[in-house]
C-alpha cells in the first residue's frame, strides 16, 4: 500500500473522469479520489467537500489540481498551507497521476519534484510547422 493517499480536485467532472481514465489503465487505485468543483457550488462548499475527502488519519495525502489558480487549486493550496501533511500540485496531467498511484514509494521533495518532470515530459507538440526538438521528436522537413 502507498504510504499516501491521493486526491484529484478540478472543475466539474474532470477530476472523476481523470481517475476513471487512470483506472481503465492500470486498474483500480487504491486510496484515491476525487473531488469536483460544481457549477452550483460556492468556495466554502467545496473547501468542505475537500477537507472531508483529506479526512484526519495520519497519511501523507497528495491532492493533484487540474488548474494553478482556479478554485479547486486555491482551495487545496490553502489546506496544505495549514497541513505538514498535504502536498498540492496543480496541473496534473493523466502521466502524473499514473505515476503518483503506480511509480513513487514515498512524498518527498525529490519524488514530488519527479512528478513535475513527468507531467512536463508528457507534453509534446506535433503538426506541421511545428519545431519539436526533444529525443524521439522530427523536426519539421526544412
Known amino acids: 500500500m502507498r504510504p499516501f493517499r491521493i486526491i484529484l480536485v478540478g472543475h466539474g467532472r474532470l477530476p472523476a473522469a481523470l481517475l476513471a481514465s487512470a ?4 486498474g483500480p487505485i487504491e486510496d484515491a479520489a476525487a473531488v469536483g468543483l460544481q457549477p452550483h457550488e460556492t468556495p466554502d462548499h467545496f473547501a468542505a467537500g475537500l ?7 495520519d497519511r501523507r495525502i497528495l491532492i493533484l489540481a487540474d488548474l494553478r489558480g482556479g ?6 493550496a490553502a489546506l496544505a498551507r495549514r497541513s505538514r501533511r498535504i502536498v498540492c500540485l496543480a496541473g496534473v496531467n493523466l502521466g502524473m497521476l499514473l505515476e ?11 519524488e514530488v519534484a519527479r512528478l513535475v518532470e513527468v507531467a512536463r ?13 526533444g529525443p524521439g521528436r522530427a523536426a519539421p522537413d526544412g
Open 23 to 26: 483506472e481503465l489503465i492500470a
Open 51 to 57: 477537507r472531508a475527502a483529506v479526512g484526519h488519519d
Open 71 to 76: 478554485t479547486p487549486h486555491n482551495v487545496a
Open 100 to 110: 503518483a498511484a503506480l511509480g513513487i514509494e514515498a512524498l518527498d521533495a525529490a
Open 121 to 133: 515530459g508528457g507534453i509534446d507538440a506535433v503538426g506541421d510547422g511545428i519545431a519539436a526538438d
